[in-house]
């Protein structure tokens, strides 16, 4: 049972473009859901997170959306840039330790 | 601030040899660690945490075992590796409900 989707599996912009990736759970129980970019060879970095209480949070050029009642959230990214390209994956849990990461959406930003 | 090394950085090593990798996390005092693997190209999936010294919980053994001998460190192990054992094994930390990754290690299996 695949508890965590997320869309597109890929991706690619153009260099100020801006991004959307989304995330979809099944268990009603998480409430914090955070986002990590992963660069390859590297360990995942946080990259933003937000609380079941909040609908958005933005941090420069990233802002997340959530949307409880669809048990969605989204990852914006504006003016793209070619360090952005990563794989992006999200992780909602019940901040209690136990993760369920994603399958990711690998981000190409094209100069 | 808080630093989390892992080591090896990389391993090669023949079917049936044991393993040991191990992390260290510097800069906080009794944190909850992880292990986590991932297949190249894959997802991360979660093996072991510890919330303290000499406590392991399993989530998914992979036929792998994981010990804390101190507050710090963070040990995975196997006496028999098999090929699915090859891949990014990621230590990490968390403070507050955030994890925070190590570098990892990479791990191939021949």
């Known amino acids: 049972q695949q508890q965590v989707r997320q869309s597109p599996q890929s991706l690619t912009v153009w260099e100020g473009g801006t991004t959307v990736l989304t995330c979809s759970y099944e268990?009603?129980?998480?409430?914090?859901f955070p986002w990590y970019q992963q660069f390859p060879g590297e360990g995942p970095a946080l990259l933003i997170s937000?609380?079941?209480?909040?609908d958005k949070k933005e941090d420069g050029r990233f802002t997340t959306f959530f949307n409880k009642r669809e048990k969605k959230l989204s990852l914006h990214i504006i003016d793209s840039q070619p360090g952005d390209s990563a794989t992006y994956f999200c992780?909602?849990?019940?901040?209690?330790?136990?993760?369920?990461f994603g399958d990711g959406t690998v981000l190409t930003v094209k100069p | 601030a808080q630093t989390i090394h892992q080591w090896p950085v990389a391993e090669i090593k023949a079917v049936g040899s044991p393993l040991s990798l191990g992390c260290t996390i510097k800069g906080k005092s009794s944190p909850n660690l992880y292990w986590y693997w991932q297949a190249t190209g894959g997802t991360l999936q979660q093996l072991f945490y510890?919330?303290?010294?000499?406590?392991v919980e399993s989530v998914v053994q992979l036929n792998l075992s994981a010990s804390r001998p101190k507050d710090d460190q963070f040990i995975l192990s196997t006496e028999k590796l098999l090929l699915s054992h090859s891949g990014f094994y990621l230590c990490a930390w968390s403070g507050t409900g955030e994890q925070y990754f190590g570098p990892g290690t990479r791990l191939t299996v021949l």
């Open positions: 992780a909602p849990n019940t901040n209690t330790g136990k993760l369920t």
């Open positions: 510890s919330i303290t010294v000499g406590q």
């Open positions: 937000i609380l079941s209480v909040s």
């Open positions: 268990d009603s129980t998480f409430n914090y």
